[in-house]
Nanobody
Framework: QVQLTESGGGLVQAGGSLRLSCTASAHVKTYAYAAGWFRQTPGKEREFVATASRSGGNPVYADSVKGRFTISRDNDKNTIFLQMNNLKPEDTAVYYC???????????????WGRGTQVTVSA
């Protein structure tokens, strides 16, 4: 069983930054999985944010976050990161990390998910 735990969410003013972390349980080797970040607001479907390959190369971003967010990973520490800069109120959501077989922008490609961390951006 792969367990993922997100952290780093919180309340920030518009224009500020947050760094989300996603740590896998000790027996999991994250280098074996592609990684992704998604977000969701009440009443809406889960939305793609970013994805990266097993090595962290070839990241892909949603147009809404391109140039502001950066996905990275430290496989030695079993951790995946999402650096979020120049945050906007519309970035407010619960952010989820996920791992799966291939980098993808659709949730169905990911087998394992964290429980999410709330990010709130005030105007």
């Amino acid at each position: 069983q792969v367990q993922l735990t997100e952290s780093g969410g919180g309340l920030v003013q518009a224009g500020g930054s947050l760094r989300l972390s996603c740590t896998a349980s000790a027996h999991v080797k994250t280098y074996a999985y592609a990684a992704g970040w998604f977000r969701q607001t009440p009443g809406k479907e889960r939305e793609f944010v970013a994805t990266a390959s097993r090595s962290g190369g070839n990241p892909v971003y949603a147009d809404s976050v391109k140039g502001r967010f950066t996905i990275s990973r430290d496989n030695d520490k079993n951790t995946i990161f999402l650096q979020m800069n120049n945050l906007k109120p519309e970035d407010t959501a619960v952010y989820y990390c996920a791992v799966g077989g291939v980098p993808a922008s659709t949730p169905r490609h990911y087998a394992y998910w964290g429980r999410g961390t709330q990010v709130t951006v005030s105007a």
